[in-house]
């Protein structure tokens, strides 16, 4: 006789004819599985998100013991637990030793470790493609990174999945403080160790087969999961009559242009390397400065000063507006927008919430701005499913619906086919003749002489000339530098 295939016989016969013992154990092991993975995703993504963006003394020695704790034997864990819990520890009153609630402890501690260590590069690696342009819409350390972990929630399902997967396989540490009793603390991987001992390989082998096909079923639901969010089908919209495009609001009023913010001696590093030298400008409400130059001369890190997303050296004021009397508001928008992994409507929504805008006037704000960009119809879309184009003119309305003093635009045309690039250039024309004050990175000049009424040379981080944008164009007096770009011809050549 096959002892092998007799007992897979008699396994499955226990597994589809709903044996109570077999199935009360598979179930005990999933409750506390489940419990611990729960208890372990509350305290380990709220403590992978803090890592990612928190500084004090001692975060790397946290960082250091955490990704230790990845490696912690779990009879280790089962040990702790125990001397905390028997009669003799501090815990031991509470009478938690050999019951579920003791194993879900041990449990919890072997898998928050690898669920915040997951969580932690997961999110810093979202911050490095998308943090600065969260800060732009107001969002702080900590709410940048529980923001990417919404962005990332599939991968945040998969680091649970795989903490899962360690809990409900997991025996020494249950079995030194759940004790492995019967019809109370018995488990799947404690059952089946018994019972292999004991020789009842029916009953272990069963509980082995319903172990592996939990483990498939959940690998299976993520995969699929993963599967429906890279397709990215956009969502069903009622189809409604196009409603006028709303005239942009006009925020000042005509007469002499009053400074907003003015740069004396700015300077902007990155450890050895100075991306911004001296620089000197100050903006008026309602110009537009088109900064121009050969790529790494600084246009970028200009821009993100004027946001206030880079310490620096020197000088930035910012005037208090009149009548007003606030500071500017600025917004930006980056060479490559981030967009959350949320609906279209989503996406303008969230800037407005982080800005502590009422309800109300949030939702009329995002339709307010979609018909201005002219995807009102798309509002229920997955913002990552539109077009390059289209993605751009939902980043300007994002940043339109700031109802901003001062909009950065970093190269907005930059990677865009000619009909997309018509649509933006007409969106900034609009914005700006509301009386928005502009400031746009471009390496299209014929661009920089559409939009601009000044023009801002950048090399080698030092602002070499400012000027209006036809005594730029249409002089001979440029500096030698200014010039030579105005040629074609590459400047460090």
């Known amino acids: 006789m096959n002892t092998f295939s007799d007992s897979l016989q008699l396994a499955w016969q226990l597994i589809v004819g709903g044996d109570a013992e077999l199935w009360r154990i598979a179930g005990l092991s999933l409750q506390v599985s489940g419990t611990a993975v729960l208890v372990g995703a509350v305290l380990g993504l709220l403590l992978g998100a803090w890592l990612a963006v928190a500084r004090f003394p001692g975060h790397g020695l946290v960082v250091w013991l955490l990704n230790t704790l990845l490696a912690l034997p779990a009879v280790v864990v089962g040990l702790l637990v125990y001397l905390l819990l028997s009669r003799a520890g501090p815990l031991g009153p509470l009478g938690l030793l050999f019951t579920p609630t003791a194993m879900v402890v041990a449990q919890s501690l072997l898998v928050t470790p690898l669920i915040a260590a997951l969580s932690r590069r997961l999110v810093q690696a979202a911050l490095d493609e998308g943090g600065d342009q969260l800060r732009s819409l107001g969002a702080g350390p900590l709410a940048c990174a529980l923001l990417m972990l919404l962005h990332e929630r599939l991968a945040v399902a998969t680091?649970?999945?795989?903490?899962?997967?360690?809990?409900?396989?997991?025996?020494?540490?249950?079995?030194?403080?759940?004790?492995?009793?019967?019809?109370?603390?018995?488990?799947?991987?404690?059952?089946?160790?018994?019972?292999?001992?004991?020789?009842?390989?029916?009953?272990?082998?069963?509980?082995?087969?319903?172990?592996?096909?939990?483990?498939?079923?959940?690998?299976?639901a993520i995969m699929l999961l993963q599967w429906w969010g890279a397709r990215l089908r956009p969502a069903t919209v009622v189809a409604t009559e196009a409603a006028p495009t709303p005239a942009m609001e006009t925020i000042i009023a005509t007469g002499e242009p009053r400074p907003l913010i003015r740069l004396q001696g700015a300077g902007v590093g990155f450890g050895e390397r100075i991306a911004l030298r001296e620089i000197s400008l100050t903006l008026r409400r309602g110009e537009r400065l088109a900064l121009v130059g050969a790529n790494g001369s600084g246009k970028t890190s200009l821009l993100r000063l004027l946001h206030g997303l880079l310490p620096h050296s020197g000088q930035v004021e910012r005037a208090l507006l009149q009548p007003e009397g606030r500071p500017?508001?600025?917004?930006?928008?980056?060479?490559?927008?981030?967009?959350?992994?949320?609906?279209?409507?989503?996406?303008?929504?969230?800037?407005?919430?982080?800005?502590?805008?009422?309800?109300?006037?949030?939702?009329?704000?995002?339709?307010?701005?979609?018909?201005?960009?002219?995807?009102?119809?798309?509002?229920?879309?997955?913002?990552?499913?539109?077009?390059?184009?289209?993605?751009?003119?939902?980043?300007?309305?994002?940043?339109?619906?700031?109802?901003p003093d001062l909009l950065l635009l970093d190269e907005p045309t930059a990677s865009l086919d000619p009909s997309a690039k018509r649509e933006v250039e007409t969106l900034i024309e609009q914005i700006a003749a509301a009386g928005v004050t502009v400031v746009m990175s471009t390496h299209n000049l014929g661009q920089a002489k559409r939009l601009a009424s000044r023009v801002a040379y950048l090399e080698g981080g030092r602002l070499v000339v400012e000027r209006p944008v036809d005594a730029f164009f249409f002089t001979d007096d440029l500096p030698p530098e200014a010039a030579q770009f105005l040629r074609g011809e590459l400047p460090w050549t």
């Open 328 to 403: 500017p508001r600025a917004a930006m928008l980056f060479q490559q927008p981030f967009l959350l992994r949320l609906s279209v409507f989503r996406n303008i929504w969230l800037g407005l919430w982080l800005r502590g805008l009422p309800r109300g006037e949030r939702d009329e704000r995002c339709r307010q701005a979609l018909a201005c960009v002219g995807l009102a119809g798309e509002a229920q879309r997955p913002a990552r499913a539109l077009s390059g184009g289209q993605q751009q003119r939902l980043a300007l309305a994002r940043a339109w619906a700031m109802q």
């Open 159 to 220: 680091v649970l999945l795989t903490a899962f997967g360690r809990a409900v396989a997991e025996v020494g540490a249950v079995m030194m403080v759940g004790g492995n009793i019967a019809g109370v603390t018995r488990v799947m991987t404690t059952a089946i160790a018994l019972e292999t001992s004991k020789g009842d390989l029916a009953l272990a082998l069963g509980l082995g087969l319903v172990l592996l096909g939990i483990v498939g079923v959940v690998n299976g």
